[in-house]
């Protein structure tokens, strides 16, 4: 079974997103190993300046490069990422089961200010969900449901239709 | 003050999604009317043909037509409609208020198999978040997080960054 783990930065704020991700997390169980694994944001001040803003991506992006196995393929969520429908997500998903030595897929949504360079560069793919801004913490639910669709579309039931 | 209704088909099944929609109608209320209004989905068996969908997006159709006011600004969510930006999803909000005679904006989120054509014409514009599939459920949130970002952009408070 393939393992699926999502890098994530900060613990949830609203007790609705928890719920969303504790009930897509159990959903998930039956169709890889999932893990959610949320790392602590860097700190800033209000109103941060650009050069606290990329130090602390870069204080993130070595915490999250040190979680990468070499074995795994990387996705790397970002708004100048490639997008797909969701038959073409399941489609790579499989491919990447099929076609790829990993059996670790790595979802990686940065905090509000995004993802390092460094970390970009180290994924195998970049991609992203939509035009519109979404809030990092609401990407979790909405990233959480279409790995779960993707399942369902390779597996074939009846939840996509 | 504008009024925002977001027409959407069914009761939200999950708590964590009616303690999403509830605590952004909350934020809401600084930047707009907002309404919210849930028709029922017309009934479907389990496995329905291609006509007994049909047929349930024109009963549905029938039921949303009978809400669009003349006057009001009425974007239909599909997801062969435009993506745009959050900034340029602001530009458009503002545009509205300023440059039609509308003081309502609706937004029209379809059942799960969508929005019927009836629907799409009587609208002013097609707009799409995303090539994935979200669950309708989920987009109502997506989407009033989306205006509420939009409301924040036009009056640059420090929401969006």
Redesign the interface.
Known sequence: MITVRLIALGNLK????R??VS?YAKRLKGFCNFELIQLKEAYLPD?PSQNEINAALESEGDRILALLSPKAYKIAMCVEGT????E??AAKIEWITVNTSSSEIVFIIGS??GICDRVKRACDFRMS???????HQ?MR??ML??VY?AFNIIKGT?Y??
């Open positions: 609203e007790q609705y997103l719920d969303a009930e109103a997008q797909l429908s969701s073409d997500f509000s200010h969900v939509s035009k519109l801004t979404l809030p609401l639910v909405v449901e279409a669709r009846k996509h239709k």
